[in-house]
């Protein structure tokens, strides 16, 4: 099949556009697939959240106002202002493949750990002088997300030292959805690629004239 000026065009920025977020999905499905929970910091997630859906905003923007490495280094530290932004500034982590009740515990033996008395709450744990640890759960991502609230930055390593080590000891299976999101990631991978994987000579003309 030979694709005509206009439809390269199309089928470049579909593939433009859904790439990045196969890739997001990719990620996820492999976070959801280890032996055990793996932790993130709160600003790692976010950026791979900005990085998944940047190019969703970035690609239209660059037809609009034209291709330059001025407008690239640009919208690149858009970018990484979004993430930034979206990412709190310390003491937040993602935990994926645990359930909320299953984070709850976990986090429990990660204080016991340090040997602090923390005393349950309705979403999360008080420790003393006004520290608290709060978990939110996001069912759908398989992921659960920890703030520390309060205390120092010692405070916040040592934490995020004990909870990494406490889930590094605890085995978890892979879940219809991480293997699901494994099937959409490759999906949003292949299928795009297929339309423009015969024109790569022209793909990399474009690339070409985007960055003189």
């Known amino acids: 099949m030979i694709l005509s000026e206009g439809e390269f065009g199309v089928s470049f920025r579909l593939v433009a556009g859904v790439a990045p977020v196969g890739v997001y999905f990719l990620i996820l499905g492999l976070l959801n697939s280890r032996r055990h929970p793996q932790l993130l910091t709160g600003r790692l997630d976010a950026a791979l959240l900005v990085g998944a859906l940047g190019p969703l905003f970035v690609f239209p923007l660059v037809e609009y106002v034209g291709a330059s490495w001025l407008t690239l280094a640009g919208l690149m530290a858009l970018l990484v202002a979004a993430a930034l932004l979206l990412g709190p500034a310390r003491a937040s982590w993602v935990i994926y493949n645990l359930t909320v009740e299953q984070a709850r ?82 999906a949003m991978l292949v299928v795009p690629a297929t339309l423009v994987a015969h024109r790569a000579g022209d793909i990399v003309r474009i690339l070409t004239d985007l960055l003189q």
């Open 105 to 186: 515990q976990a986090v429990a033996r990660a204080l016991g750990r340090q040997r602090r008395q923390a005393r349950p709450e309705a979403g999360g744990f008080r420790l003393a002088e006004g520290i608290e640890v709060n978990l939110e759960g996001f069912p759908l991502l398989r992921n659960v997300s920890v703030r520390l609230r309060g205390g120092d930055p010692g405070l916040a390593r040592d934490f995020e030292r004990s909870l990494s080590e406490t889930l590094a000891k605890i085995p978890v299976e892979t879940t219809p959805m991480a293997q699901s999101m494994l099937l959409v990631a490759t």
